[in-house]
């Protein structure tokens, strides 16, 4: 072989070389489109430098990827095994589902960004696929892809725990076991069988999450009995959310300072109202997002105690003729709340002091209004709603701390004497206070 051929051989070696390494780059094992991801099945020429990328196993700054292994933030990448848009299409399942955002393999896990199937190959930023010598042409694409696989990466870091709320709130059962009306129940908690009404209007339709409510009787009282008298029940027929009437043990409910059998046995009755948030979600859609407390007396009382210890899954709080007498109280994050009490009240006394007859103590309602305002860390000044009512709104996390004072009222505030509905201004609140 003359010298002239043998130059002429190498060159077709060298660019043929070149030739594999871009088609690898754009198709690869998968391709743009197909399973491998955007640069090959291994990513973007084995990395930096070597099959296993610049300083780590398979990606350029680490194993598999921009950031770890498989890619941008999880194995798999920054979006998942695929192409730019899944198998060979745009999107190959929901947004949430399987392979989305928030499912298996969302962001964070062994999927995509989008679905089955995403920006990066298995592998991540780099792999085993092209030459680790190729020229000048693998290590501009090399840079473009590493950057490409950082903004993805940086994107999609901050979508996992928006998109993770999002699902929960939107997940549903297959098949729903509430029908419309009263749902009579029991549920077996603390030893004891507990029972409750879950009333769903015929407004709600399945498939569709809605907000729950539950509504605490007082001492004395029955979930039929504050069914019948709240008036939440008409407001859930107006606009669509589910209610739920717990019955406490021996008609009480463990407030810590009262009530009846529920405090002198100490009945977990916060771990109660969890079971039944489970139970419940696992019978309808449910909207996790929007789950309420509300109550009467004893009921309200308790209502408070839920707004410090059980933050975490109630988004706010409305109690009617009781104050906040939990201590400590210490909510897992800032909780909005309202109070509605009335100014001619002997039961909880207004002005709080000794009451009732075991002889408690009660802040009184301003009292609790400042020890929530202090718990929510709200300043400013107040704004007053509905005329008899007042708000703190510069709380923590955006909550809001609000106290109805209605005149020529007692205990029972559900009739008050100004015409003033507990669950309409309940609701506006509620709907303004989501669970973050």
Same mark, same amino acid.
């Given at each position: 072989?003359?010298?002239?051929?043998?130059?002429?051989?190498?060159?077709?070696?060298?660019?043929?070389?070149?030739?594999?390494?871009?088609?690898?780059? =754009?198709?690869?094992?998968?391709?743009?489109?197909?399973?491998?991801?955007?640069?090959?099945?291994?990513?973007?020429?084995?990395?930096?430098?070597?099959?296993?990328? $610049?300083?780590?196993?398979?990606?350029?700054?680490?194993?598999?990827?921009?950031? $770890?292994?498989?890619?941008?933030?999880?194995?798999?990448?920054?979006?998942?095994?695929?192409?730019?848009?899944?198998?060979?299409?745009?999107?190959?399942?929901?947004?949430?589902?399987?392979?989305?955002?928030?499912?298996?393999?969302?962001?964070?896990?062994?999927?995509?960004?989008?679905?089955?199937?995403?920006?990066?190959?298995?592998? $991540?930023a780099s792999g085993s696929t092209v030459h680790p010598d190729a020229g000048s042409l693998r290590d501009a694409i090399s840079e473009d892809v590493a950057d490409d696989v950082a903004q993805d990466a940086a994107q999609d870091a901050a979508?996992?725990?928006?998109?993770?709320?999002?699902?929960?709130?939107?997940?549903?059962?297959?098949?729903?076991?509430?029908?419309?009306?009263?749902?009579?129940?029991?549920? =077996?908690?603390?030893?004891?069988?507990?029972?409750?009404?879950?009333?769903?209007?015929? *407004?709600?339709?399945?498939?569709?999450?809605?907000?729950?409510?539950?509504?605490?009787?007082?001492?004395?009282?029955?979930?039929?009995?504050?069914?019948?008298?709240?008036?939440?029940?008409?407001?859930?027929?107006?606009? $669509?959310?589910?209610?739920?009437?717990?019955?406490?043990?021996?008609?009480?409910?463990?407030?810590?300072?009262?009530?009846?059998?529920?405090?002198?046995?100490?009945?977990?009755?916060?771990?109660?109202?969890?079971?039944?948030?489970?139970?419940?979600?696992?019978?309808?859609?449910?909207?996790?997002?929007?789950?309420?407390?509300?109550?009467?007396?004893?009921?309200?009382?308790?209502?408070?105690?839920?707004?410090?210890?059980?933050?975490?899954?109630?988004?706010?709080?409305?109690?009617?003729?009781?104050?906040?007498?939990?201590?400590?109280?210490?909510?897992?994050?800032?909780?909005?709340?309202?109070?509605?009490?009335?100014?001619?009240?002997?039961?909880?006394?207004?002005?709080?002091?000794?009451?009732?007859?075991?002889?408690?103590?009660?802040?009184?309602?301003?009292?609790?209004?400042?020890?929530?305002?202090?718990?929510?860390?709200?300043?400013?000044?107040?704004?007053?709603?509905? =005329?008899?009512?007042? *708000?703190?709104?510069?709380?923590?996390?955006?909550?809001?701390?609000?106290?109805?004072?209605?005149?020529?009222?007692?205990?029972?505030?559900?009739?008050?004497?100004?015409?003033?509905?507990?669950?309409?201004?309940?609701?506006?609140?509620? =709907?303004?206070?989501?669970?973050?």
């Amino acid at each position: 072989m003359s010298g002239n051929e043998i130059v002429i051989a190498l060159l077709a070696i060298g660019l043929g070389a070149c030739g594999s390494d871009s088609r690898a780059v =754009q198709r690869g094992t998968g391709g743009v489109l197909g399973t491998g991801g955007a640069v090959a099945n291994g990513g973007a020429q084995g990395g930096a430098t070597s099959s296993g990328g $610049g300083p780590g196993v398979g990606g350029r700054p680490g194993s598999g990827g921009a950031v $770890g292994t498989g890619g941008g933030t999880a194995s798999g990448g920054a979006s998942g095994t695929g192409g730019t848009s899944g198998s060979g299409g745009t999107i190959s399942g929901p947004a949430t589902g399987s392979g989305g955002r928030t499912g298996a393999g969302g962001a964070t896990g062994s999927g995509g960004a989008m679905a089955t199937g995403g920006k990066i190959g298995t592998g $991540g930023a780099s792999g085993s696929t092209v030459h680790p010598d190729a020229g000048s042409l693998r290590d501009a694409i090399s840079e473009d892809v590493a950057d490409d696989v950082a903004q993805d990466a940086a994107q999609d870091a901050a979508a996992p725990q928006a998109d993770a709320a999002d699902a929960k709130a939107a997940q549903c059962p297959t098949t729903s076991t509430l029908k419309a009306g009263d749902n009579k129940a029991t549920l =077996q908690f603390g030893g004891r069988s507990r029972s409750y009404v879950a009333y769903v209007p015929s *407004s709600v339709k399945s498939g569709t999450a809605v907000p729950l409510i539950f509504d605490f009787h007082g001492h004395g009282g029955s979930a039929s009995q504050e069914e019948s008298s709240s008036g939440w029940k008409k407001k859930a027929d107006q606009t $669509g959310f589910i209610m739920v009437y717990p019955d406490g043990v021996d008609s009480s409910w463990n407030v810590g300072n009262c009530c009846g059998l529920a405090m002198s046995e100490n009945v977990d009755d916060v771990g109660f109202t969890k079971a039944m948030i489970e139970t419940l979600s696992k019978a309808a859609c449910i909207d996790g997002k929007r789950v309420y407390a509300t109550g009467m007396s004893n009921g309200a009382g308790f209502v408070h105690r839920l707004g410090c210890e059980a933050a975490d899954v109630i988004a706010a709080i409305a109690a009617a003729s009781a104050d906040l007498v939990t201590d400590p109280c210490t909510p897992a994050r800032p909780i909005a709340e309202l109070s509605v009490r009335g100014l001619s009240d002997t039961t909880v006394a207004y002005a709080g002091g000794n009451t009732g007859s075991t002889g408690w103590y009660d802040p009184g309602a301003k009292g609790s209004l400042d020890l929530w305002k202090k718990i929510d860390q709200c300043t400013g000044s107040e704004t007053t709603t509905h =005329q008899y009512c007042e *708000s703190y709104t510069q709380c923590s996390a955006g909550v809001e701390i609000t106290l109805c004072s209605l005149p020529n009222t007692g205990h029972d505030t559900y009739n008050n004497a100004v015409g003033l509905s507990v669950p309409d201004v309940a609701w506006e609140m509620f =709907q303004r206070q989501p669970m973050p």
